[in-house]
């Protein structure tokens, strides 16, 4: 199957995938690039920022990323 935007919203996919499955985004970003046979290139450019952002945090989390500086609130 082509990746085909107009079709599929990755980024809800992806959210879809965490909830249900559980897990991290990155492996829900992984296993969503697998399903529709798309390079993480490709796929970079559909993510929304939401996600993102809790991406960058769960690497951060585990020290895979500098942590970036936060307001204490």
Same mark, same amino acid.
């Given at each position: %199957?082509?990746?085909?935007? &107009? ?24 296993? %969503? ?22 991406? &960058? ?9 500098? &942590? ?6």
């Amino acid at each position: %199957m082509l990746f085909d935007a &107009r079709e599929i919203n990755l980024s809800i996919e992806i959210e879809n995938y965490v909830r249900l499955e559980g897990g991290m985004y990155m492996d829900a970003i992984i296993v %969503m690039c697998e399903k529709f046979n798309i390079e993480a290139k490709v796929a970079a450019k559909h993510i929304t920022k939401p996600i993102i952002e809790k991406l &960058r945090a769960e690497g951060e989390e585990l020290n895979m990323l500098p &942590r970036t500086a936060r307001l204490p609130f």
